[in-house]
């Protein structure tokens, strides 16, 4: 394993430290400009971090969260991202962040991207912190492999949101529409952390380490990275 590979004996641990870093990284980001970027993935192992951070002191009022992606769904339906993220992570002191969805009008992701590209281009980048997370399957972000769309994720000098169609899978689920943040929208971030539990995870995090497509596994995106430096947080 990498020396940026962290275990920890259990998830609460691997929480506890994770939202302890990202408040250092949002306070120091807040030090020093008017406003900070915080990315965040959806899923079930990032909902206690979320649920540490959202009773954190910090001026959340000058915090810019944003989905790092999204299935093609309205808020309220199921599978919505920006619901989990409402639900866990804007609530008590965190109520104050401003939120920035990824989903728009239209009937197809790729119809909603200059919306979402202009929303974007309204937050500070580089971001300062990423919550990502990592499917059995290889995939982050909605980076699926062999997607639709998936050059243009991985693309480090493209836009910093495309539209993903994943190829249907037990991680996928029936969403298989996506709008995601590319790699050049991680490009710069301080701290980007990639949370995982569990065995299966860690031994598709060892098999995305070992040479091999980027296509098989786009995780592998982030971790050969020149510079993004992932920092892996890893419970059983
Ligand atoms: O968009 C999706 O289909 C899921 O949100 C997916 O990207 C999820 O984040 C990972 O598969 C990790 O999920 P868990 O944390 O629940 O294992």
């Known amino acids: 394993m ?3 590979f962290s275990p920890f004996e259990n998830s609460d641990a ?3 430290a994770l939202a302890d870093a990202l408040a250092h990284t949002l306070q120091d980001a807040l030090a020093a400009r008017a406003r900070a970027t915080l990315i965040v993935s959806g899923g079930s192992t990032p909902e206690p971090v979320y649920r540490r951070l959202s009773v954190t002191d910090l001026d959340w009022a000058r915090i810019d969260v944003v ?3 999204e299935r093609w769904v309205e808020p309220g339906e199921e599978g919505s ?3 989990f993220i409402r639900r866990t992570l804007l609530t008590g002191k965190a109520a104050q962040a401003r939120f920035t969805e990824l989903k728009s009008a239209g009937a197809r992701p790729s119809d909603g991207l200059q919306t979402t590209g202009a929303r ?5 980048w580089p971001a300062d912190c990423a919550v990502l997370g990592m499917g059995d399957d290889g995939h982050t972000l909605s980076w699926f492999p062999h997607a639709d769309g998936l050059d243009g994720a991985l693309s480090a000098d493209g836009a910093r949101v495309t539209a993903i169609t994943a190829r249907p899978s037990a991680v996928t689920g029936p969403w298989t529409g996506r709008i995601t943040l ?3 929208a991680l490009e710069g971030v301080k701290l980007c952390a990639l949370l ?3 065995d299966a995870k860690r031994a598709a995090l060892e098999e995305a380490l070992l040479p091999g497509p980027v296509e098989d596994m786009p995780v592998r995106a982030l971790l050969n990275h020149a510079s993004l430096d992932p920092k892996i947080f890893w419970s059983p």
């Open 67 to 69: 989905l790092a992606d």
């Open 2 to 4: 990498p020396e940026t």
């Open 182 to 184: 590319t790699l050049r």
């Open 120 to 124: 974007l281009a309204a937050l500070n």
């Open 14 to 16: 691997a929480s506890a």
């Open 196 to 198: 995982i539990r569990g």
């Open 81 to 83: 991202n920006a619901d």
